[in-house]
């Protein structure tokens, strides 16, 4: 199993948490400008993790991972405007149904959990989420402050942060999972730092985004989270698109406004059954002249009609229907202008 990589206190804890959140983060090389650097160096993250992995109870071990974050953290007030979600996502959008449900929960019982944010690099006075986006969201929504931790991250330090706390919850689902450890790789982070991030092996994170990347993007987008479905339905989806001919299809369907008119789980379902289904294969029919000779087969397949001739029914009669296309074409035309 990956190491889990965890959170300490800033070194100065005598500096005030409003100051703290807005001075600058230290010089370091950081993974999104392709520059590699090793996990272990001083930071304002510490050892944690190891009280974590006797919990196992996912969301115990996700609320611990929070309380380790901000405990002794001074929590302050901040505009949701001046707070900009995580660099890269890990959950799909949530339903307006969804949506409205959490924010009817903050707006009745208050955010009882302070969210984690660090100082925005090179933007002064700006902050990013590690955790806690819904939370965010619907203190927009309300128009409300947003209680928060300001802590200095470096950027693999707010990904840990951020998925070692989803990977705690329930409602993360496969998908989602897939997707977000894929973003990780597309932005050069280490197989070591991902692997902490999602608390997965090797051969776990392999799978992840070996799904991830063999289903379509607009597939996924489409279809959404997905929440009844686990790697073993993904992994049968990815198997189906592994023929053009399904990438093709699946890539039409979900353009289908009606495809989008079903709930997440539904959307999978149709698109899993469909991809199933042999397409019908197009049966040519014969066509014949009044004096009954079947002189050619015509086929229909999608938007393509092809004509057969054989010549040994009517010798040379394809030949002449082939120096008759220029007429037939300019025919074709004067008759689609008088109409």
Do not use: C
Not at 45 to 66: M, N, P, T, Y
Not at 93 to 111: L, N, P
Not at 194 to 213: F, P, Y
């Amino acid at each position: 199993m990956a190491r889990k990589i965890s959170f300490d206190l800033p070194a100065d804890e005598t500096q005030p948490a409003n100051e703290q959140a807005r001075s600058s983060a230290p010089n370091r090389a950081r993974p999104l400008l392709g520059l590699d650097r090793p996990l272990r160096q001083p930071s304002a993250l510490g050892a944690i993790s190891q009280s974590l992995g006797d919990i196992s109870e996912k969301v115990k071990r996700a609320d611990a991972i929070e309380q380790r974050l901000i405990e002794g953290q001074t929590v302050v007030e901040l505009d949701p405007a001046d707070v900009d979600n995580s660099f890269v996502a890990d959950r799909m959008d949530a339903s307006e149904e969804q949506s409205a449900a959490f924010r009817e929960i903050i707006r009745q019982h208050g955010q009882s959990v302070p969210i984690l944010v660090r100082p925005k690099p090179n933007e002064a006075n700006r902050f990013e989420v590690a955790f806690g986006h819904r939370r965010l969201r619907a203190a927009r929504e309300l128009g409300i402050k947003v209680r928060a931790v300001v802590r200095v991250l470096t950027d693999e330090e707010l990904v840990i942060a951020q998925g070692q706390e989803n990977s705690g919850r329930t409602d993360l689902t496969f998908i989602e999972r897939a997707r977000f450890a894929s973003r990780l790789e597309d932005r050069k982070f280490s197989r070591e730092t991902i692997m902490a991030a999602l608390n997965v092996d090797k051969a776990a994170l392999s799978r992840l985004i070996s799904i991830a990347t063999r289903v379509p993007g607009p597939v996924i987008d489409a279809i959404g989270p997905a929440p009844a479905f686990g790697r073993i339905r993904w992994q049968e989806l990815s198997d189906l698109l592994e023929d053009e001919n399904n990438r093709q299809r699946a890539l039409g369907a979900v353009q289908d406004p009606s495809f989008g008119a079903h709930e997440s789980d539904k959307r999978f379902e149709i698109l899993a059954n469909a991809l199933r289904e042999k397409a019908v294969r197009a049966r040519p029919e014969a066509w014949a002249a009044t004096d009954g000779t079947h002189a050619a087969k015509v086929m229909r397949s999608g938007k393509k009609i092809t004509l057969t001739f054989d010549d040994r029914v009517a010798p040379q009669f394809g030949d002449f229907v082939r120096e008759q296309l220029q007429r037939l074409y300019d025919e074709y035309k004067r008759k689609g202008r008088d109409e």
